[in-house]
Structure formats: C-alpha cells, structure tokens
C-alpha cells in the first residue's frame, strides 16, 4: 500500500521559510516522479512543483519560481521543498503525490495523495 506522509508546514512571518519533507512508502520510489500542489480555502489545487525520477529535472509553477526549490534523497525515499520569501498568498494546504513523469505530474496525472501539511503565511 502507497503512503505519502508530508510533514514540515506551520506558521511563519511574511519573507520567511520553510522545508517541507514528503516521506514516500510502498512503492520503488525512483521508478516516480513526485510533485508538489497546494490548495487553499476556496480556490482549486494548483500544481507548485514536480522532479524527474533522478532529480535530474524539475519543474515550478509560475507563482513560485525562482523561490522555491524542489529536491529528492532516493534511498530515503523523501521528496523536499525549500520555501523560501514566503507571501501571504502562498498559505494554503501543502500535498505531494507521485506520477509517471514531471509532464504527468504537471497535467495533474498523479496518485497517492497524502493528509496534507498545513503552510500559513503571516503579513
């Protein structure tokens, strides 16, 4: 049985940062690729970020490039997301889940959703 355990949200001030971890079991994790989404109250799931089975590639949404940073530790089985200058818009609920590929990902083709880990941003 696939497991998708996020961990690392909380509380932080406008500028800040966070890590958030997204511990995988039940599956050979290198044979996925693995993204990140979001969704906060009231609005659709937006797509944050997705890495290559290697980590060789990833991929950004657009509201988040250039702060953050998707990263992979196969033999631990963990996909990261560095939060760095955090907005108050990127409060919301932090999930990872894996796919075939990062263009699969990015198209929203994906399973094995976690609980979610809980990302708020004070202004």
């Known amino acids: 049985q696939v497991q998708m355990v996020e961990s690392g949200g909380g509380l932080v001030q406008a500028g800040g940062s966070l890590r958030l971890s997204c511990a995988a079991s039940?599956?050979?994790?290198?044979?996925?690729?693995v993204g990140w989404f979001r969704q906060a109250p009231g609005k659709e799931r937006e797509f944050v970020a997705a890495?290559?089975?290697?980590?060789?590639?990833?991929n950004y949404g657009a509201s988040v490039k250039g702060r953050f940073t998707i990263s992979r530790d196969n033999d631990q089985m963990t996909v990261y997301l560095q939060m760095n200058s955090l907005k108050s818009e990127d409060t919301a609920v932090y999930y990872c889940?894996?796919?075939?590929?990062?263009?699969?990902?990015?198209?929203?083709?994906?399973?094995?959703w976690g609980q979610g880990t809980q990302v708020t941003v004070s202004s």
């Open positions: 890495i290559s089975r290697s980590g060789g590639m990833t």
């Open positions: 039940g599956l050979t994790f290198s044979s996925y690729a």
């Open positions: 889940s894996v796919g075939s590929s990062v263009l699969a990902i990015r198209a929203s083709t994906v399973h094995s």
